[in-house]
Every structure is written in structure tokens, then in C-alpha cells.
């Protein structure tokens, strides 16, 4: 039940300065009500991810930290197809329900919950959880968990350069990468954790259909351990009963 808010007047820090000037046009320096953006996370192919804290006790614990992945609505054309998507899939892995107590007369009494069990199925948590749809006059919001940085980034950058009319491409290793050849226990406890986001979408008939190393978010201890996975990007995600 997307949640409908008017955009925030409140103070906010201008990131247009992130924006290619097309991309301004786009996506503007907007931000919803009760957030306050604090970075940009990343770019996508009709989206953009930003980390954000939150400021109205209404919409979460204050001062947490969200990513908000901002749909702009272009005037005139339907939203995205992968936008719905990631919605109805959200709603599937993380089902709105009646708080206790409440009689779901209001959208603040509504929350939103595991489909399974994290204690049987641990994948839940390695999906970064949907926590809100927020739909303004200018853009469709939805609220993540925030995840870390992504595999791709970890284990390796890629730089394009012209050399001799050709272009060229520099890939650097980065240190996980070299720690994957280093720690033997590291390649297992990775696959493990992405193979548990399987079991849960297996279990509840879906087909992420985008899974690549941008779309896996891992947190590193200190000592370079697996910490945390997140699994995000469902716009492409479709059920396996509705294949044709
Ligand atoms: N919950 C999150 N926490 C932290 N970073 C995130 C989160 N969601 C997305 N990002 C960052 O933003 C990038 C783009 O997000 P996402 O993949 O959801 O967008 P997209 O438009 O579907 O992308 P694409 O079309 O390129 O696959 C990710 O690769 C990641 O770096
Ligand atoms: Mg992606």
C-alpha cells in the first residue's frame, strides 16, 4: 500500500552536483517527506539509489539510516514496468500486515514482515528488506534496508581509456578478490550465503533473473570475513508458475 506524501519543504543538501545535467532534468533535487538524503548510492538504468536518514518518527526509528531508490514519473507515461515489479515482488518476500492491536484502518498501521521464517530460512535476511512505497507527485519511492558495497566493486574496478583509437579497459583487482585466493573459507561462506537467498526465492516460486556482482551487497569485517550479504534489484524478477 504505497504510502502518499507530499514532497519535503524541510533543509536538505543539494546533490545535483552528483547528476550529469540530463540526469538533473530527470531526477531533480528531490527528496520525500520525513527523509533527509545523505549520499548517493548508485546509479541505475531508470533509477537512482540514495542512502537517506530518516526524520519523522512515523516512518521509522529516527536518525536510521535507509536507501531510497527514486523512480522519477515522466509526465504522461506510466511508470516503469520493472518499478511495479520490484513492488509486487517486495510484497511477496516482505508481506504488509496488521500491526498487533491495530485494526489496519491507516497505512501507519500496517508493517511489513518476513514471508518465512529467518530462524528456518536465514536467506530472509540477506534480502534487503521493502520498507515502505512512497508515491508523490513526481516520483515512486521505495525504501530499502540499506546494504554495503557491492561485490563488483570489491573485487575489482574497471577503467576504459582510448589508446591508439581503440578502447581499452584497465581491471584492477581489488584486496577481496585477492583475499578469496588468500583464505580458502571465504569462497565457501560467500556461495553459502548467496545460495540461502535461493532456498527463500525458490521456496516462494521466484526467479531474481538479474543476479551479477552489482546486484550483491557485502559488508567485510575488519578482518576481511563475510559480515553481511544483501541480495537487492528485483525489477527483473518474475514467478516461475507465470512462465509462458
Ligand atoms: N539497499 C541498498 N543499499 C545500498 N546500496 C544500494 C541499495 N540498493 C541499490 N544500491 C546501489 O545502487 C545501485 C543501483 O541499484 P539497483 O540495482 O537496485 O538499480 P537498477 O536501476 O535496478 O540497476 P540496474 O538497472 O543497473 O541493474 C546498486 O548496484 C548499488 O550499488
Ligand atoms: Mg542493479
Redesign the pocket.
Known amino acids: 500500500m504505497p504510502t502518499t506524501t507530499k514532497a519535503s519543504s524541510s533543509k536538505q543538501i543539494s546533490f545535483l552536483k552528483e547528476l550529469i545535467d540530463s540526469e538533473k532534468e530527470k531526477y531533480g533535487d528531490r527528496c520525500p517527506a520525513g527523509f533527509r538524503k545523505l549520499s548517493l548510492?548508485?546509479?541505475?538504468?531508470?533509477?537512482?539509489?540514495w542512502?537517506a536518514e530518516v526524520k519523522d518518527s512515523k516512518l521509522g526509528e529516527l536518525g536510521s539510516k535507509v536507501?531510497l531508490?527514486q523512480f522519477p514519473k515522466v509526465r504522461g507515461q506510466p511508470l516503469d514496468n520493472?518499478a511495479i515489479v520490484?513492488i509486487e515482488t517486495g510484497n511477496i518476500l516482505f508481506p504488509l500486515e496488521v500491526k498487533d492491536g491495530c485494526e489496519g484502518d491507516t497505512s501507519d498501521e500496517f508493517e511489513r514482515n518476513y514471508a518465512l521464517d529467518p530462524a528456518e530460512f536465514p536467506g530472509m535476511r540477506s534480502i534487503?528488506k521493502l520498507i515502505d512505497t512512497i508515491e508523490d507527485r513526481h516520483d515512486l519511492w521505495l525504501v530499502?534496508?540499506?546494504?554495503?558495497?557491492?561485490l563488483?566493486?570489491l573485487l575489482h574496478t574497471v577503467k576504459g581509456e582510448f589508446y591508439k583509437g581503440e578502447r581499452i579497459y584497465n581491471v584492477a583487482h581489488q584486496s577481496f578478490y585477492q583475499a578469496l585466493l588468500s583464505t580458502p573459507k571465504i569462497l565457501p561462506a560467500l556461495i553459502k550465503k548467496i545460495a540461502e537467498t535461493f532456498v527463500v526465492l525458490s521456496e516462494l516460486s521466484i526467479v531474481h533473473s538479474?543476479i551479477?556482482p552489482?546486484?550483491i551487497?557485502v559488508e567485510l569485517t575488519p578482518e576481511g570475513d563475510i559480515k553481511d550479504l544483501?541480495l537487492?534489484?528485483f525489477?527483473?524478477a518474475f514467478s516461475f508458475h507465470n512462465v509462458t
Not at 548510492?41 to 539509489?49: D, E, P, Q
Not at 530499502?144 to 557491492?150: I, L, Q
Request: hydrophobic residues 30%.
Open positions: 548510492l548508485g546509479k541505475g538504468g531508470i533509477a537512482l539509489v542512502m536507501a531508490k520493472s520490484e534487503s530499502y534496508e540499506v546494504g554495503s558495497a557491492c563488483g566493486s538479474d551479477k552489482d546486484n551487497l544483501k537487492i534489484d525489477g527483473s
